[in-house]
């Protein structure tokens, strides 16, 4: 049985003699072929490259810029207008806004209502508006109005808690005086 086991297959003892064969035939077919041009070519393009930079280091160093501008820079004079000083405009008093957030949109009012009853069990100042879009009546439910943004800011977070985003809406406050 272990001699069976050892044994060689027949067709390792084809393939490796015939592959023996057949590169003893590639190398003396390679030694057979005549030796290509590009040697020639190659040594021609060598003695071109090293007869230029022969040339090149024959020919003199090209003679640098002389740069008097340093010179005349300092010879003359450069004379600058009068001008009136700069005076910064004043921006008056800045505009102030009042800032909404417009929660939801509903098609039924009951349903505005409701967000409306959660958001004021929440502590929020929260209303409803109705406006017509297309012949549609929506149900807008808005907290607000606040005229401090940190204060907008505080209830926009309450609501993200809620996993509502909502919109900002910002208007102009009419100016005093």
């Known amino acids: 049985m272990s001699d069976h086991s050892s044994r060689v297959p027949k067709w390792v003892w084809v393939f490796t003699p015939t592959l023996a064969v057949a590169f003893a035939g590639f190398v003396l077919y390679l030694s057979t072929i005549p030796a290509s041009d590009e040697s020639g070519a190659v040594r021609q393009d060598a003695e071109e490259v090293f007869q230029a930079l022969q040339q090149q280091a024959v020919t003199p ?12 820079l300092e010879q003359q004079e450069v004379k600058v207008d009068k001008v009136k ?17 417009q929660v ?26 109705s406006s017509t879009v297309n012949d549609s009546t929506w149900y807008r439910v808005y907290v607000g109005p606040f005229t401090n943004r940190s204060k907008m800011n505080k209830a926009q977070d309450q609501l993200a808690q809620r996993n ?8 102009p406050l009419a100016a005093d005086g």
């Open 61 to 72: 160093p090209v003679e640098k810029p002389n740069y008097e501008f340093y010179r005349l």
């Open 85 to 101: 000083e700069y005076v910064s405009t004043p921006k008056g008093t800045p505009k102030r806004y009042s800032y909404r957030l």
């Open 104 to 129: 939801a949109s509903f098609r039924g009012s009951a349903d505005a209502d409701r967000m409306r009853a959660e958001l004021l069990l929440a502590g929020m100042n929260a209303y409803v508006e």
């Open 164 to 171: 509502i985003s909502p919109l900002v809406l910002k208007t």
